[in-house]
C-alpha cells in the first residue's frame, strides 16, 4: 500500500538505550515514548498534573508517577501507556491478567495503540521509543511466551502493525 509514495513516511520503533529519565523525555519534541501502565493509572508518589492530557484521557485526577520502572514518564505528553498490569498493588495475584483476560485486555491494548497512532499522526512524528526492557519484559506483568502466550503474542502484533503503519506526511 503506497510505500513507494512520497506521501507516507514508515514508523521508527526503537528501544530506549538507557532507563528513561523524565526530564529528558520530556524534552524530545521528535518522538512518542512508551511505558508500561497499570488500569489504576497510578503508581508512586510524584504527581502528575490534573490538567495533563494523561489525566484528561482516563478521567482521573490526584494520579501519580513512580521514580523507577518505565512509568517514571507517565503524564507526560509526549509519553503513552501500553497497559500490562491489572492494578498497581504488591500482590502478583491480583496485578497480573492471563490468557483468560483476552479480551478486556485485547480492549485495553487496542485503545492505547490506537492513541499512540493517533498521536503520531497529529503531532506528526514517525519516531516511537520503547522502554529498554520492552513492554513485555516479564518481571512486574508477568506477560510471557510461557504463561500467556495469548497475551503476549498479541501485544507483539500490535508492535508489528505500529511499525508497519505508515505515517501520512504533511
Not at 498493588?89 to 478486556?104: G, L
Not at 502484533?157 to 505508515?166: M, W
Request: glycine residues 4%.
Amino acid at each position: 500500500m503506497f510505500t513507494n509514495s512520497r506521501l507516507f513516511e514508515n514508523m521508527i520503533l526503537e528501544k530506549s538505550n538507557s532507563k528513561y529519565i523524565r526530564k529528558n523525555v520530556s524534552e524530545v519534541k521528535d518522538a512518542i515514548y512508551v511505558f508500561t501502565d497499570n488500569c489504576d493509572r497510578t503508581s508512586g508518589k510524584l504527581n502528575i498534573p490534573d490538567d495533563s492530557s494523561y489525566s484528561k484521557r482516563f478521567g482521573k485526577t490526584d494520579l501519580k508517577h513512580p521514580t523507577v520502572t518505565s512509568a517514571v514518564i507517565r503524564g507526560l505528553e509526549n509519553a503513552f501507556p501500553v497497559t500490562t498490569c491489572k492494578c498497581y498493588t504488591q500482590k502478583k495475584s491480583e496485578r497480573i491478567f492471563h490468557d483468560s483476560d483476552f479480551e478486556s485486555f485485547k480492549k485495553l491494548v487496542d485503545a492505547d495503540f490506537e492513541a499512540i497512532r493517533n498521536a503520531c499522526i497529529e503531532r506528526g512524528i514517525n519516531r516511537i521509543v520503547f522502554p529498554m526492557s520492552g513492554v513485555l519484559n516479564g518481571n512486574y506483568s508477568d506477560i510471557t511466551r510461557t504463561r500467556t502466550p495469548l497475551l503476549y503474542w498479541y501485544v507483539v502484533k500490535k508492535e508489528v502493525e505500529l511499525r508497519d503503519f505508515e505515517l501520512p506526511k504533511k
